[in-house]
DNA sequence: CTGTATCCCCGTAGATACTG
DNA sequence: CAGTATCTACGGGGATACAG
């Protein structure tokens, strides 16, 4: 887990990007949403991340403090995560983006369908 | 100039931090907000980017329809960027994110002072 | 179930020198 | 002035196997 060295000077906006500019933090944080989701759930919402990348991503937003983790101490193990009020907070953003990239959308060759947020996802994404 | 490989998978929140989630692309649409800057001006402003690292940034910016590239057929030559409607549109966004970070900043240590927008720049920043 | 531990690939950034 | 052309290094991301 090497901590992201993207952004050393700290300008706000190279702090933000440094703590979601990641292929997967910001699809994480809208996954997890408002909920609490345990482990296995994100890996399969996001079937496409391989699981110590997940890892990886979790603990680096957990320390940027986006996320929060609650292990419980049972058998079989279950830990929870859940979004921070900062990681509440980035959720209109994320999904002013996504509405920024669909309405100047240029269609694209060898698109994969793939709807992520805007419509409850209850199964597979990506 | 390698086109970015970064989500293949074509979820709107992918493909636009496909468009904005390298390490200078954020900042390069801020620093050139709704003027026209020539590519020196740039490279002065963000003086810590290489001038083959921006041009690369600046040719990807290009073809994702974020940033015009004006070339005047002169001598010396002069080149001016500016932001599309797409770039313009991002900024308000960008803004959001700053103010994000800003709110939920935990202070940290060795931190070098740069204030990339928020004051009008009319110097060098980072 | 929820992770570690390794190993490897490949893209991106950066430095430097050169060009029209 | 505004780039190219090379070359290199680094580190994130991925695959796989193993562990508590």
Redesign the interface.
Known sequence: MVKNE????????????S?L???WK??IV?VIKDRKLRFGELAVRIN?ISRKVLTDQLREMQSD?LVIREEFKELPPRVEYSLT??GL??LP??Y???????????K?LN????????KEIEKT??
């Open positions: 993207l952004m050393k000077y700290s300008c706000p906006l190279g702090k933000a990007m703590a500019g990641s292929k910001p699809i809208l496409v403090g009020e900062k907070a980035l953003i994320l002013l983006l996504e509405e920024w990239e669909t309405k100047y959308h240029v694209d698109e994969q369908d793939c709807n992520l947020v805007g994404v990506v």
